[in-house]
């Protein structure tokens, strides 16, 4: 019987597939993307793979074209679609939002965002609190994107039309962790954007007191640029620490497994920073799929995700997390007990199959609404 219903439920997944491939089919599907060269996870972890799965023909998105389904990113020239949209009413617009910049408050923080894209010719309008931008496309918007329940919540107080979509990492993990003994030293490792990388400083004192017992491994971009352009050198943010640590350039083909090799993984986030607080969870789970434990700071979403769980690695102070650390590298801490808790979870709510029934329930209501 289960294998009939599995079946049964594989045959409605699969004609929906085709009937939706006929329904795309012939549409004009316009893409503004995160990146110029597509190499962000913002866009290969998200339309792109789906794009890519279903065979979807779309193109970098111009103003000057008329499009069936216009799918925006935060990257976009958001005031000029909001334009746009106002000109072709009948285009189904998705503005897919995969950060929480919405959140910030500040109003130094907004001007400044909303000169600088102005200036650089990034929002055909100036906005002096940029947060507006994203009221006004919230509000145009046919359908909104997003990656956490607290998004969905605020987004929900302009538009209805809310999903709530996770990355999908595909081909990004190529290397699992297969065993649990400890290295000598501890490797502790951390990976992430090189802007999000001063967040380890926040528990600087903690790595500081292990001493030579583990070593902080970093795996980011050496160099990023702060508001586009100013040259920021990562390795400078640790020019002080007094903790051990080793520094890896982001690379594709090697993360994966330096992920897989280190011991356990930590995301420590300032809680006082608005953008870092409301983070969904995706870091959590990529380094999750590599089958390493995680510890993270006491955010949301991230609080959310170890509940599905059989344990709660997150921290609150840093009492927590030298408890935490000491737990994972005590002979205390079943590895197997807790991920296998973590891959039961990880199954039912971050598969593939997960990820394409929420992008085939966006795409089937745009193509729907064309009708």
Known sequence: MNGYLVSLNQTKSENLKEDLKQKLSGKRVGYIPVSQDFSSAGDRRRFLMYAKEYDLQWEIA????????????????????????????????????????????????????????????????????????????????????????????????????VFLSFDYFGEDISTKKINFSPNDPAIIVWEGMGVTAKHLLSISNVLEKYGDKVKLRIITDRFYKLAGLIKIDVLKIFKSAKFNFEFYDWNKETF??????????????????TLAYHKPENKLALLWQHRIPVITSDTPAYIESFSNTNMDLTCKNENDWFRNIDLLLSNKFSYEEHMNSVESYLKQSRSKEAFLETWDRIFLQAVNSLD
């Open 62 to 161: 111009d103003p000057a074209n008329k499009y069936d389904i216009l799918f925006i990113t935060t990257m976009a020239n958001v005031s000029e679609w909001i334009d746009y949209k106002e000109s072709y009413p009948d285009t189904i617009l998705i503005f897919d939002i995969n950060n929480a910049f919405f959140f910030k408050k500040d109003i130094l923080w907004n001007a400044a965002r909303g000169i600088t894209r102005y200036i650089l010719g990034r929002e055909k309008r100036l906005y002096l609190h940029y947060n507006n931008v994203y009221t006004d496309i919230f509000k145009v918007a046919d359908i909104i994107v997003c990656p956490t329940s607290s998004a969905k919540e605020f987004i929900s107080k302009y538009n209805k039309n």
């Open 256 to 273: 994966s497994e330096l992920i897989a090799s280190s011991d356990i993984a930590i995301i420590p986030l300032n809680r006082n920073d």
